[in-house]
Structures are given as structure tokens and as C-alpha cells.
């Protein structure tokens, strides 16, 4: 079986022109680069607009000055040190400060840029004792960096314990390396293992797959998600959505179609986050209304599960709808419980990329108490 070799330094990328080396010097200077033969390998570079290039190749652009590190705040949401309880019942554990590539449009770069914050989870006891001590907690999010960077053996000890939380339900784990390097799966019979063992009928193991691009899905990556599944793992897709990668009609159709026929639920798509580096990849949210719609268009039910949202400092924030002069939001999920399910209508801004840019907001409706 094939075993990915990574590449830390993009002047082993062999695709790349000296030219191409030359203009990227600078950006190299500030963001890092990381990826490896497989997933190059499905790129076309006679192709400079190559869809799979712009997830992987950095960008001149990235340099504009735009966004902020952590545009999320999720700083304010951590009670330890790679534990974020955000949502009152899911809690974050960033366990992994490794990625099977580093995604150019990466919300959570700043771990990577400024690795002396610690960030990551390193005291397990910690964290499973905060879990312990709040009943509302009924899922966990496994992530990072990617969260099947972490070896099986690791895994296993995370899982294992959380297990024996009664009051956590799901354990997700959240990972590109169904994209990126699938060969993580099919190389690990342990991992299928503890899937099997872990993944209970009434209590089951999540995987949030990336997959960004329909080329993504290989034969490979099939095979991957389907011995997944076969092992009792759900499988969901999240991806923001992309300029020049997937804000086309027909490609995201496409890769709402295709999720639906491999058993992966399409969940959520997110406007991409204002993050320092961002801006070549991010799109405007109303534009990205109008193709989240007209991809939906092309789908079964099953491929249109997906929900086009911001992930807020306040919380996920769905773009509902939108008419003329107004566009229509809600709290898919809040911060403050007492948010939940308000929704804000607002006048229209065609430049905004983020719901703080919408200055005007007409009518707000709180969600009604049964």
C-alpha cells in the first residue's frame, strides 16, 4: 500500500517554475507550507487556475492586508489551554497541531505561526475532568490541526476516556485527511478497529470530512470513507466555500451530489472566516448565497442538507435568505443560548464578507418559546 511522502519545503514541489519559487519567497517568509506526492499529484499545473493548486499552492495574494488571526475569537471561548466550550453542549478539544497539509485559507494559521501560544490540548486529565463536571456537554469535537494527524494509539486513549463520560454521546473527529492523504485509513486496520469498537449504536464517532472540490474524491478516498463507514463511522462534510475552488454552481452541485451517493451528509458550508491571509479565497456573502442556492438547485434532497453559514465570534450564523433590498439571517447556533434561533434581517451590502459588515439591521425576531 502506498504511503504519502510529505513536503515541508515548497521548493520540492516539482510542479513549481523558479519563477513560480521566486514570487512565493515572500509569502514563505510569514505562512508555511505543507503537502504531500498524492495530493499533488491530482493537481494539473499547465493549469494555473487549477482548483486543487489554489487549496494547496500559496498565493502572492495572501499577503494583502486583510482579516485578523483569529477572526473567530475563539481565544475568549478556551477555559484551558486547547479546550473551547463555545456551545453549551460541544466541547473543542484542539488535540492535534499537525495538518496533512496546511489549507491556504486555514482559520486556525495562527497555530502554526505562533506554536509559543500553546494552544493545543496538552493536559487530557484536565479536560476530560472539565467534561465531566458539565452534564450539558453530549458531544466532542477531536480536532486541531487535523484530528487523524494524531496516531491511533492516541486516538484510542482520548476515545477510551471519553467513553466513560456517560453524558457524551458523540465524539467527532474532525479531518481533510480523507482529501489529503486517505491512505491514513486504508494503512491502518487499528484505526477501523477502534471504530468498530468505539462507534455504539447509541453513541456513535463522527468523522467531519473536507473535501472542498470534487476532484478530491478519488478511488482511494472512497475506498477510505467506505471502510469507515463499514466500521460503524458517520460520516459529515463541511468546507467553506472558495474563490476560484468551489463558488461555481455546477462544481458545488457537483460535490453535493457526489457526497450524497458516497453516504456523506453535506453539513455545513461556510463563508470563508476574514482571517489574516484569507483574502484571495474568500467571497462575498451574498454572491455566496447565490451560488449555495443555485447548487442546491441541482440536487435530491439528500444533497441540499447543507446549511451556508458564518462561524461568528457570537456563533454560526445561517444565511437564510435573501430578497431585493434585504438578507435574511439566523442563529443556527449561538454562543449565549438566548440567542438561539434569532433571526436578524438586514439591508443588503454586495461587499460585505462577514455578518459585522452589515451595518443596518432592520427587523430582529426572537425565537418563540413553545
Known amino acids: 500500500m502506498h ?8 521548493n520540492k514541489v516539482p510542479g513549481l517554475t523558479s519563477r513560480d519559487l521566486e514570487q512565493l519567497a515572500p509569502v514563505m517568509d510569514t505562512f508555511e507550507f505543507r503537502s504531500n506526492d498524492y495530493y499533488l499529484s491530482l493537481v494539473d499545473w499547465d493549469d494555473p487556475d487549477d482548483p486543487i ?3 494547496i499552492i500559496p498565493a502572492v495574494q495572501e499577503l494583502d492586508q486583510w482579516g485578523r488571526l483569529d477572526a ?6 478556551s477555559v484551558l489551554p486547547g479546550l473551547q466550550h463555545k456551545y453549551v453542549s460541544t ?9 496533512g497539509g496546511f489549507c491556504r485559507y486555514c482559520f486556525r494559521k495562527r497555530l502554526f505561526i505562533h506554536p509559543e501560544q500553546r494552544e493545543v490540548l496538552t493536559d487530557l486529565d484536565a479536560a476530560c475532568e472539565y467534561v465531566r463536571n458539565h452534564p450539558e456537554i453530549n458531544n466532542v469535537l477531536i480536532t486541531g490541526g487535523d484530528g487523524l494527524m494524531l496516531s491511533t494509539s492516541r486516538l484510542e486513549k482520548l476515545i477510551s476516556r471519553l467513553r466513560r463520560i456517560e453524558h457524551v454521546k458523540i465524539i467527532r473527529i474532525g479531518t481533510k485527511l480523507l482529501s489529503y492523504n ?14 468498530k469498537q468505539y ?3 447509541d453513541r456513535r464517532i463522527y468523522f467531519m470530512t473536507h473535501y472542498t472540490h470534487p476532484r478530491e474524491m478519488t478511488d482511494v478516498s472512497l475506498e477510505a470513507c467506505d471502510r469507515l463507514i463499514r466500521s460503524g463511522g458517520i460520516l459529515c462534510n463541511q468546507t467553506p466555500m472558495l474563490r476560484g475552488v468551489n463558488d461555481d454552481p455546477e462544481v458545488l452541485g457537483e460535490l453535493f451530489n457526489r457526497l450524497s451517493y458516497m453516504g456523506v451528509a453535506p453539513y455545513y458550508i461556510f463563508i470563508c472566516r476574514p482571517t489574516v ?9 451574498e454572491e455566496a448565497f447565490n451560488v449555495f442556492q443555485n447548487a442546491r438547485s441541482k440536487c435530491s434532497g439528500l444533497g441540499k442538507r447543507a446549511k451556508l453559514t458564518m462561524s461568528h465570534a457570537s456563533g454560526k450564523i445561517e444565511v437564510l435568505a435573501m430578497t431585493d433590498e434585504n438578507i435574511v439571517f439566523r442563529y443556527h447556533r449561538a454562543a449565549d443560548p438566548d440567542e438561539s434561533g434569532k433571526v436578524h434581517i438586514c439591508t443588503r451590502n454586495p461587499k460585505a464578507y462577514w455578518f459585522d459588515d452589515y451595518k443596518e439591521i432592520l427587523e430582529t425576531y426572537e425565537q418563540q418559546e413553545s
Do not use: H, W
Open 3 to 10: 504511503t504519502p511522502q510529505y513536503i515541508n519545503d515548497i
Open 91 to 99: 466541547a473543542v478539544f484542539l488535540a492535534s497541531d499537525a495538518c
Open 277 to 285: 491571509g484569507n483574502k484571495p479565497y474568500a467571497v462575498p456573502v
Open 182 to 195: 486517505p491512505y491514513r485509513v486504508l494503512n491502518d486496520q487499528d484505526l477501523l478497529e477502534l471504530v
Open 199 to 201: 462507534s455504539l449504536p
Open 53 to 55: 493548486r489554489k487549496i
Open 72 to 77: 473567530s475569537n475563539e481565544q475568549s471561548y
